[in-house]
């Protein structure tokens, strides 16, 4: 989903750790699981993205119905 989110926005790995100011490999860990990300890090997430937090979380828990 993270992944998707990104890609929709056309940006890539690096363009999205400018925003939050974190590595590419961080954006690269949280892509595949190898990083559990937080709330407020999927809200910031989602808004670097130009993503409606709110319903990405409708949506994510729609998914683990």
Known sequence: M???MRETAGM???DLGK???KPQSWIYNCETANRRVDVTEFVRWC???GV???KSVRALCDQLK
């Open 2 to 4: 993270l992944r998707q």
């Open 12 to 14: 890539t790995q690096r």
């Open 19 to 21: 925003k939050p100011k």
């Open 47 to 49: 808004r670097a993205c």
């Open 52 to 54: 409606d937090p709110v």
